[in-house]
């Protein structure tokens, strides 16, 4: 167990729609980040957040969206969904702003989009 | 730009034989850390082993090593008497001292034979 926990573990969902996934941190880590993993993309950075501030963004769409929440939760928002957007969002989270810290990750949350 | 490349698709190893999975990696950067990463089929994503671009030893966590060979630029997993429950995809992953973001290989599925 890393100590980051997300939820729901499941979700199942239909095109257009609009889903929340939510994680919390190991207790101290101050970093989020959020990766897709999907089959034909394989694991991609999404956003970054460090004490209530992004800090940085990789391959995200914008019909997606994060936030972290001053007890350092954090939420990803998907709108809009797409049939591809089915995939494993991993949330994983980091003592510090970042550099070569271990990420630790939470045990993913699988999103059908049917 | 940062790239992880994993040329091993798929190897089958027997139960107790030493195992090593490939990772060479492209980086312009002096300063980068590398990961190894276990994905069993459950989803979760655990991390295994590190190595930064300055450590002069081969990092060593339990029966997993790293062969970090700098000039070559390849940081190949060594998992020593191997188990059962080793089978799963690894992955490897680099990051910059000066950005927070994961960039990631294909990975490598093991499959330990009894």
């Known amino acids: 167990d890393s100590g980051v926990t997300q939820t729901p573990k499941h979700l199942i969902t239909a095109t257009g729609q609009r889903v929340t996934l939510r994680c919390s941190p190991r207790?101290?880590?101050?970093?989020v980040y959020w990766y897709q993993q999907s089959l034909d993309q394989g694991l991609q950075f999404l956003i970054q957040?460090?004490?209530?501030?992004?800090?940085a963004k990789g391959n995200i769409l914008e019909r997606f969206s994060a936030q972290q929440f001053p007890d350092l939760h954090s939420e990803l928002n998907l709108s809009s969904l797409e049939l591809g957007d089915s995939a494993l969002y991993f949330c994983?989270?980091?003592?510090?702003?970042?550099?070569?810290?271990?990420?630790?990750f939470g045990p993913g949350t699988r999103l059908t989009v049917l | 730009a940062q790239k992880i490349t994993q040329t091993q698709p798929g190897m089958f190893v027997q139960e107790k034989e030493a195992v090593t999975l490939d990772c060479t990696y492209d980086?312009?950067?002096?300063?980068?850390?590398l990961f190894w990463y276990k994905q069993p089929s459950s989803g979760e994503m655990i991390f295994l082993i590190y190595?930064?671009?300055?450590d002069e030893q081969n990092a060593t966590e339990g029966r997993y090593s790293l062969n970090f060979q700098k000039a070559r630029k390849s940081a190949n997993l060594v998992i020593s008497a191997s188990q059962l429950g080793d089978s799963a995809m690894y992955f490897c992953?680099?990051?910059?001292?000066?950005?927070?973001?994961?960039?990631w290989g294909a990975g490598t599925k093991l499959i330990i034979k009894p």
């Open positions: 980086t312009s950067d002096q300063s980068y850390g």
């Open positions: 190595q930064g671009s300055y």
């Open positions: 957040y460090y004490n209530g501030e992004e800090r």
């Open positions: 994983a989270s980091s003592p510090r702003l970042g550099g070569t810290d271990t990420q630790y």
């Open positions: 992953a680099i990051i910059r001292r000066s950005n927070y973001q994961l960039i």
């Open positions: 207790s101290g880590d101050l970093s």
